[in-house]
């Protein structure tokens, strides 16, 4: 599966970013989706997931904010983020994971959001 995460760019704190992560290569409904970031200096963290039947589980330091979605008919998955803080400033990237798996397997290349205060 290839990813490819866009969306990011610059935006002042309170304001909303939708980034998407488009997939090719394999059968996208068999695959459950995630979303990390990485903070300057920081460790990669992980902000979301859905699978692919839709579930969807969130870190607790975006729930309420952010919402996680896939479209499995344009092989796509979203990430909505809504009332963005300067924390949550970071490269974001999106990975995939074959159904059953406990580790992701593929990961897009990131696309950078910075929030400003």
């Known amino acids: 599966v290839q990813l490819q995460a866009f969306g990011g760019g610059l935006v002042q704190a309170g304001g909303s970013l939708r980034l998407s992560c488009a997939a090719s290569?394999?059968?996208?409904?068999?695959?459950?989706m995630g979303w990390f970031r990485q903070a300057p200096g920081k460790e990669r963290e992980f902000v979301a997931r859905?699978?692919?039947?839709?579930?969807?589980y969130y870190a607790d330091s975006v729930k309420g904010r952010f919402t996680i979605s896939r479209d499995n008919a344009k092989n796509t998955m979203y990430l909505q983020m809504n009332s963005l803080k300067p924390e949550d400033t970071a490269v974001y990237y999106c990975?995939?994971?074959?159904?059953?798996?406990?580790?992701?397997?593929?990961w897009g290349q990131g696309t950078e959001v910075t929030v400003s205060s």
């Open positions: 990975a995939a994971r074959l159904q059953g798996h406990t580790s992701y397997d593929y």
């Open positions: 290569g394999r059968t996208f409904s068999n695959y459950d």
């Open positions: 859905i699978r692919w039947s839709g579930i969807a």
